[in-house]
Nanobody, 123 residues
């Protein structure tokens, strides 16, 4: 049973940066594909990025390509989301998610979820 705890959210002005962290415990972290999703109130949760259990396999939503970067540290059991050039439309609750092995952008296929960390971008 993998437990995920996100941190690093906050309030930032448009154009600013934040780095989210997701600390995992309770499982073999290196075996898991790790992803970030986000949800704004009144909207469906949407895929942001994933990183595979082979670290150089990543994928991003079109809306964040070139601005966000996902990475992982298997020694620290942590996945990161570096968010640059933030826009007001990036405001959302950001969730960390995990699944074993295969790569997917589909939220229904992720087995484990954190509680989320709020990111608010002011204009």
């Amino acid at each position: 049973q993998l437990t995920l705890v996100e941190s690093g959210g906050g309030l930032v002005q448009a154009g600013g940066s934040l780095r989210l962290s997701c600390a995992a415990s309770g499982g073999d972290f290196a075996w898991y594909t790790m992803a970030w999703f986000r949800q704004d109130p009144g909207k469906e949760r949407e895929f942001v990025a994933y990183i595979g259990s082979i670290p150089d396999i990543t994928e991003y939503a079109d809306s964040v390509k070139g601005r966000f970067s996902i990475s992982r540290d298997n020694a620290e059991n942590t996945v990161y989301l570096q968010m640059n050039s933030l826009k007001p439309e990036d405001t959302a609750l950001y969730y960390c998610a995990a699944k074993k092995w295969s790569l997917t952008t589909r939220e229904g296929e992720y087995e484990y979820w954190g509680q989320g960390t709020q990111v608010t971008v002011s204009s």
